[in-house]
């Protein structure tokens, strides 16, 4: 079929790979996170998960600018949120290799392709505990983390708590909120933006528009910033980050603050992504931050200066 052997070699390694990754790509997957993702660093990050969600229905509820039916519709869309974490508990505890425990080992690769592809529309049979395999955000490749409006779910990747940025469910809550956790909120507030606001809890869309929630790109310190779409997360994450900033007296970097830590976290996470998904997927750090006034305070930035302007706006007020 190819000329050049190389080529040919080329080709059959992907091949190999993609038929692995649809076979065996959750048992795989959840042994990688048996060595990295113990129950004790889970329950770490479904606690902040948890406050994440918290912070955004104290700050829902605080709001004077919305109608009470907005309000209510997005209280109960933040009550019943749910977070896909993977793997989910049923596949850290040995399901998942009794799932795959009779796949089979023949000696050709095309024995080994049949039997595998029958033994894999065999699992249906687990039901739920299958269904959540299916639900697996892509672990190799970015977005690590989506938001699924009809099933209100943030869907969080294996592959970010593998990621050096977003390993800091080890570190201190400066890491932790300034790093995954502001971009799972940068995922829960949209549940309440122009899309959001159109599907219920139940995944039901609706006919109806609720009072928008949108900032007017006009009223903030740059005008048309992507930032604008991630000034809610930030105010939502440095929030839930103060909640715990008790936690402890440790500091992770002796030439920054705690608050600094949170900052260059989350900046460093957004502009790190690759050039073509900014504007798209990455969002913007500095749009968001200048108008943000603890982030001014933490670096003393001084009045009028780029990243503390006279003209700014906050969302939640």
Same mark, same amino acid.
């Given at each position: 079929?190819?000329?050049?052997?190389?080529?040919?070699?080329?080709?059959?390694?992907?091949?190999?790979?993609?038929? +692995?990754?649809? !076979?065996?790509?959750?048992?795989?997957?959840?042994?990688?996170?048996?060595?990295?993702?113990?129950?004790?660093?889970?329950?770490?990050?479904?606690?902040?998960?948890?406050?994440?969600?918290?912070?955004? %229905?104290?700050?829902?509820? $605080?709001?004077?600018? +919305?109608?009470? =039916?907005?309000? /209510?519709?997005?209280?109960?869309?933040?009550?019943?949120?749910?977070?896909?974490?993977?793997?989910?508990?049923?596949?850290?505890?040995?399901? $998942?290799?009794?799932?795959?425990? /009779?796949?089979? !080992? /023949?000696?050709?690769?095309?024995?080994?392709?049949?039997?595998?592809?029958?033994?894999?529309?065999?699992?249906?049979?687990?039901?739920?505990?299958?269904?959540?395999?299916?639900?697996?955000?892509?672990?190799?490749?970015?977005?690590?983390?989506?938001?699924?409006?009809?099933?209100?779910?943030?869907?969080?990747?294996?592959?970010?708590?593998?990621?050096?940025?977003?390993?800091?469910?080890?570190?201190?809550?400066?890491? %932790?909120?300034?790093?995954?956790?502001?971009?799972?909120? &940068?995922?829960?507030? &949209?549940?309440?933006?122009?899309?959001?606001? %159109?599907?219920?809890?139940?995944?039901?869309?609706?006919?109806?528009?609720?009072?928008?929630? =949108?900032?007017?790109?006009?009223?903030?310190?740059?005008?048309?910033?992507?930032?604008?779409?991630?000034?809610?997360?930030?105010?939502?994450?440095?929030?839930?980050?103060?909640?715990?900033?008790?936690?402890?007296?440790?500091?992770?970097?002796?030439?920054?603050?705690?608050?600094? +830590? #949170?900052?260059?976290?989350?900046?460093?996470?957004?502009?790190?992504?690759?050039?073509? !998904?900014?504007?798209? #997927?990455?969002?913007?750090?500095?749009?968001?931050?200048?108008?943000?006034?603890?982030?001014?305070?933490?670096?003393?930035?001084?009045?009028?200066?780029? !990243?503390?302007?006279?003209?700014?706006?906050?969302?939640?007020?």
């Amino acid at each position: 079929m190819y000329r050049v052997k190389s080529a040919g070699d080329h080709q059959h390694r992907i091949f190999c790979s993609t038929e +692995v990754e649809a !076979m065996f790509g959750p048992l795989v997957a959840s042994l990688y996170a048996a060595n990295r993702f113990n129950a004790e660093s889970r329950q770490i990050l479904d606690n902040d998960f948890f406050d994440v969600g918290l912070t955004v %229905r104290d700050k829902i509820a $605080s709001l004077s600018s +919305v109608d009470n =039916a907005t309000r /209510n519709f997005i209280t109960e869309n933040m009550a019943t949120a749910q977070t896909v974490l993977w793997p989910p508990p049923d596949l850290s505890n040995g399901t $998942s290799a009794v799932m795959h425990a /009779n796949f089979s !080992m /023949n000696d050709t690769f095309v024995e080994s392709w049949i039997e595998a592809r029958r033994n894999t529309m065999r699992l249906a049979h687990f039901g739920p505990t299958f269904e959540r395999e299916l639900r697996v955000v892509r672990n190799y490749r970015l977005l690590f983390f989506a938001y699924d409006y009809l099933t209100n779910s943030v869907l969080v990747s294996l592959a970010s708590l593998g990621d050096r940025a977003f390993v800091q469910f080890k570190g201190t809550a400066s890491m %932790r909120f300034g790093g995954i956790c502001f971009e799972f909120a &940068r995922q829960l507030v &949209r549940a309440f933006d122009d899309v959001g606001l %159109r599907v219920d809890s139940q995944g039901h869309v609706r006919d109806r528009l609720l009072s928008s929630l =949108a900032i007017n790109p006009s009223q903030c310190a740059i005008m048309g910033g992507d930032g604008i779409r991630e000034l809610p997360a930030l105010e939502v994450a440095y929030a839930a980050f103060k909640r715990r900033a008790n936690e402890s007296t440790l500091r992770i970097m002796k030439n920054y603050s705690e608050e600094e +830590v #949170f900052f260059i976290t989350a900046c460093f996470n957004l502009c790190r992504q690759p050039t073509t !998904m900014r504007g798209v #997927f990455a969002g913007g750090c500095i749009e968001a931050a200048a108008n943000f006034a603890p982030l001014s305070q933490a670096f003393n930035c001084h009045k009028g200066a780029t !990243m503390n302007p006279t003209k700014t706006c906050s969302y939640f007020s």
